[in-house]
């Protein structure tokens, strides 16, 4: 059987690409600011994330059935990463389409 949170957990950042990429056509994904975006984001989430998933007082529980199984570091199922990016580029490509500009008029704007 195959393991449902994996499964999702993959396409739902190649669904947000392809978004991008036929609809919203933003540019964000080639900007630098996106991805330091991405990396504090995922900075903060892997210590709140680890002490939600730590072994000795879990508050989130998985279903060992429908995850991979991978876990890093600490206990966080590497599932957790795949949907951290894709809630992250969303949101980030949402609002830029709502501001109805591209990242570069934006970066010249506020630079």
């Known amino acids: 059987m195959a393991a449902e949170y994996t499964i999702a957990a993959v396409a739902a950042p190649v669904?947000?690409?392809?978004?991008?990429?036929?609809?919203l056509r933003t540019g964000l994904l080639r900007t630098v600011r996106y991805w330091v975006t991405v990396a504090i984001s995922l900075a903060?989430?892997?210590?709140?994330d680890g002490w939600?998933?730590?072994p000795?007082?879990?508050?989130?529980?998985?279903?060992?059935?429908q995850i991979s199984g991978l876990r890093a570091p600490w206990h966080?199922?590497?599932?957790?990463?795949?949907?951290?990016?894709a809630?992250?580029?969303?949101?980030l490509l949402l609002w830029q389409r709502q501001r109805g500009r591209t990242p570069a008029e934006g970066e010249a704007r506020d630079g």
Request: zero cysteines.
């Open 15 to 23: 669904a947000v690409v392809a978004l991008e990429l036929a609809v």
């Open 44 to 48: 903060f989430m892997v210590p709140v």
């Open 52 to 54: 939600l998933t730590r």
């Open 56 to 65: 000795d007082a879990t508050v989130v529980h998985y279903a060992e059935e």
């Open 76 to 85: 966080i199922p590497v599932e957790d990463y795949g949907f951290g990016l």
């Open 87 to 91: 809630l992250i580029t969303l949101t």
